[in-house]
């Protein structure tokens, strides 16, 4: 380990502050807890270790080895090579912000292209240069809506379809705040149920209204309605969106959407548990200067040049100092980098082919589960590539058996809705073939007949 | 540096003119000096508000930095200039006049005393022009 100070600088410092020695500053640990018995097995050379890791590695099944129908919130999306070429030039590869950044041009350039790509998909007028995930993105709009306010609207209301994951880091991002009421996800209440359950929540002390489109159950819901009826209340409008849907659906932002955030994963960026993922987070012009994180814009240097600088950072620490309402200093400019090489590849025209490929596959599966004995699918509400699957038996024992058939099936909605015993979220994509879909049909039925 | 005698001024940089329970409050030339061209403003209460003293009742940033304006006096908000969010130039071209930010109606009087008049804010300035 290199550690850079000397002896003698050390004595200086403990001098300075009056510590005798470096143990003394230790001493509000108790003794008992400072070098604690480790339970470890003994010491392995380099060698021995990579070996066990491969051998522990080899026990996880990837989608490379499963054929996958699960997605509630991470997708299974074809990802070209050349994204990862672009990814890893030396000049892109890093996860940090660019410090001194008007001499990181290429970066704020990446950055830029990735905010007006993502303004356009949205249909809002200003994007950020990324957030961490969905759901750190969707909790960020909720900290924005409190401040637009200024602390005195203090009732949110969440569609209980909004991504359960999104809406409890947004409720840890406003544990801190002082009488705040993050209602309409509520058990009892129906977790399908119409706007109109959030709508009648409405009232002059609510600050914001979350849904998701299309929803965390897949479903595809006209939003001017409900954003006429938010504005009237003198709300704020946020859309939860996922953005190869974007590529074949009307935008948020045309439907009066006040702000859009979202996963960013489908974008060109790999399945991983944990991520990194990528926070999307969009708004309209009214609310750019409360934006959290930064905001790059293309301008021209004293030659009438082109070239990209850092223009705002409103809410951040190192311009408000102590008063700062966000520290996002690790942006996820590489992710972004990725999502903007994804989307930059396939063009307005590919993304849309994608989107178009996961919905036809999509629904073409869901007619034909609807036709398995015992199982059921409504048709009858528009969705995208996700769907439920009302299902004979528990979710988490057919799971076992399609694993058995070398299935990825799909996500068991019990787990975060009581009154969704049995029921199943299944999602299709590009990368689901004729024969997979086939194969899920085929082991189904033999479940069905068992 | 204009720095009116009829006014008090604070450590933050606000001016302060007194009339009556009424205070109306501003940034100082100084401070716009300082600050240079002003590209935003914020107001952070709205009338009828109580505020404290150090309270911040707006926030501004210019090219160079962000700042905030803090209540010199405790009391309650019974004006404030809305006209600043459109047009905070005039913080630069007129701190004294058009810029005035708001008005309070003061609860606690004896905070008065810890203002200081021209000359004490006018030795404060040079003291951190140095």
């Not at chain 2, 006209?83 to 810029?99: I, K, M, R």
Request: aromatic share 8%; net charge negative.
């Amino acid at each position: 380990m290199f550690i850079p100070h000397t002896d003698s600088e050390r004595e200086e410092m403990l001098k300075t502050i009056g510590a005798p020695s470096i143990e003394s500053l230790f001493e509000g640990v108790p003794v008992k807890h400072r070098f604690p018995q480790l339970n470890l097995p003994p010491a392995l050379s380099e060698m021995e270790v990579a070996a066990q890791l491969q051998e522990l590695s080899q026990i996880n099944e990837s989608t490379r080895d499963l054929v996958c129908f699960l997605g509630a919130g991470a997708y299974n999306h074809y990802i070209p090579a050349a994204v990862d070429a672009i990814l890893r030039r030396g000049e892109f590869y890093t996860a940090y912000t660019p410090y001194q950044p008007e001499v990181s041009q290429g970066t704020l350039q990446a950055i830029f292209e990735f905010q007006s790509l993502v303004a356009n998909l949205t249909g809002m007028d200003v994007s950020n240069a990324s957030h961490y995930d969905g759901a750190t993105a969707t909790a960020e709009a909720a900290v924005l809506a409190y401040h637009h306010f200024r602390g005195k609207r203090t009732r949110f209301i969440v569609s209980p379809a909004v991504n359960p994951q999104y809406r409890q880091v947004m409720r840890t991002y406003m544990d801190g705040y002082e009488n705040l009421q993050v209602i309409g996800d509520g058990e009892p209440g129906d977790p399908l149920g119409a706007f109109e359950a959030l709508t009648r929540m409405l009232d002059a002390n609510t600050a914001m209204v979350v849904v998701q489109y299309p929803d965390f159950f897949g479903r595809v819901q006209d939003l001017s309605d409900l954003a006429a009826k938010v504005h009237a209340a003198g709300a704020i409008l946020t859309v939860v969106i996922n953005p190869t849907a974007l590529a074949l659906f009307k935008s948020p932002g045309e439907m009066g959407a006040d702000i859009a955030v979202g996963e960013g994963q489908p974008l060109g960026i790999p399945l991983s548990y944990g991520g990194p993922y990528l926070g999307i987070f969009a708004a309209k012009k009214d609310y750019v200067r409360k934006i959290a994180g930064r905001l790059i814009g293309e301008t021209v240097d004293q030659q009438g040049k082109r070239g990209y600088v850092l223009t705002l950072t409103a809410r951040e620490q190192h311009i408000r100092r102590e008063k700062a309402t966000s520290n996002i200093c690790t942006n996820q400019g590489l992710i972004a980098l990725a999502a903007t090489a994804y989307m930059s590849l396939l063009g307005k025209h590919g993304l849309r082919q994608v989107a178009e490929l996961c919905y036809h596959k999509a629904h073409f599966l869901a007619e034909q589960i609807n036709r398995i004995p015992g199982f059921s699918v409504d048709l009858t509400q528009p969705f995208f590539h996700e769907f439920i699957v009302k299902c004979p038996a528990p979710v988490g024992e057919i799971n076992e058996y399609l694993l058995d058939n070398g299935i990825l099936g799909g996500y068991d909605l019990s787990q975060d809705y009581p009154s969704l015993q049995t029921h199943m979220l299944l999602a299709v994509t590009e990368m689901n073939t004729r024969e997979e879909i086939d194969l899920l049909c085929e082991v189904l039925k033999e479940y069905a007949n068992d | 540096m204009n720095i009116p005698t009829n006014l008090k001024y604070t450590k933050s940089d606000e001016w302060v003119k007194v009339d009556g329970n009424i205070v109306t409050i501003g940034v100082s030339d100084y401070a716009q000096s300082q600050l240079s061209d002003i590209v935003y403003f914020e107001f952070k209460v709205d009338p009828g508000d109580a505020v404290h003293k150090d309270q911040t009742v707006a926030t501004l940033e210019s090219v160079k930095a962000a700042a905030d304006v803090n209540a010199p006096l405790s009391g309650n908000v019974v004006d404030i200039n809305e006209s600043l969010t459109e047009q905070f130039e005039a913080v630069n071209t007129d701190p004294y006049g058009a810029a005035w930010v708001l008005k309070i109606e003061i609860s606690k009087p004896g905070e008065l005393d810890g203002l200081m008049d021209a000359a004490g804010y006018e030795a404060y300035c040079q003291e951190r022009s140095h």
